[in-house]
T-cell receptor, first 116, second 113 residues
Framework: IAGITQAPTSQILAAGRRMTLRCTQDMRHNAMYWYRQDLGLGLRLIHYSNTAGTTGKGEVPDGYSVSRANTDDFPLTLASAVPSQTSVYFCASSDPGVVLSINEQFFGPGTRLTVL | GNSVTQMEGPVTLSEEAFLTINCTYTATGYPSLFWYVQYPGEGLQLLLK?????DKGSNKGFEATYRKETTSFHLEKGSVQVSDSAVYFC????????????FGKGTRLHILP
């Protein structure tokens, strides 16, 4: 593995079902993020984690939960999916290093989720 | 609060044309500025960045200069190719307790052969 992987690549889900999107990175980055991308709205941050064991809410956290049990994995769970959660979901990671604010984020290939 | 505004697309150009995609920002302090590119079916990847005023980021023929006086970071390329067709995101990262990046809404670029 090199970089960030996401699974599944795509999924069609019935409304009301529970779904976990998986994200794994092998760069030992401390910070990880989940975004959703919708046409005309760009990228919106759902949840983030600055380091293993901590998580925080982003711009659009409702209906989603995350956990960060270790450095490498950052799963995103939809407890009861609704059609408005139809979107493309991207996981990203970064390594703050010594000086904050100059660090790029590395993105996974995305998961396309359709909730019917 | 911090924000990024970029020109709406889609932008359609012929191959070898000159490209400018405008980006302006609002931020306290001295943010770092980025351009990310998203090719069809892929995630975002960093195209270039600049960390202080008057810095010029460059990569793959693209350039952008950090202009603090106009709070701008416009993306330019002298001669675009069909392979440059993608969505381009301007972004900023401000110094703070965490490392979050604020993205613009993206500009879709179509290059015609």
């Amino acid at each position: 593995i090199a970089g960030i992987t996401q699974a599944p690549t795509s999924q069609i889900l019935a409304a009301g079902r529970r779904m976990t999107l998986r994200c794994t990175q092998d760069m030992r980055h401390n910070a990880m993020y989940w975004y959703r991308q919708d046409l005309g709205l760009g990228l919106r941050l759902i949840h983030y984690s600055n380091t293993a064991g901590t998580t925080g809410k982003g711009e659009v956290p409702d209906g989603y939960s995350v956990s960060r049990a270790n450095t490498d994995d950052f799963p995103l769970t939809l407890a009861s999916a609704v059609p408005s959660q139809t979107s493309v979901y991207f996981c990203a990671s970064s390594d703050p290093g010594v000086v904050l604010s100059i660090n790029e984020q590395f993105f996974g290939p995305g998961t396309r989720l359709t909730v019917l | 609060g911090n924000s990024v505004t970029q020109m709406e697309g889609p932008v359609t150009l012929s191959e070898e044309a000159f490209l400018t995609i405008n980006c302006t920002y609002t931020a306290t302090g001295y943010p770092s500025l980025f351009w990310y590119v998203q090719y069809p079916g892929e995630g975002l990847q960093l195209l270039l960045k600049a960390t202080k005023a008057d810095d010029k980021g460059s990569n793959k023929g693209f350039e952008a200069t950090y202009r603090k006086e106009t709070t701008s970071f416009h993306l330019e390329k002298g001669s675009v190719q069909v392979s440059d067709s993608a969505v381009y995101f301007c972004a900023l990262s401000a110094i703070g307790r965490d490392d979050k990046i604020i993205f613009g809404k993206g500009t879709r670029l179509h290059i015609l052969p």
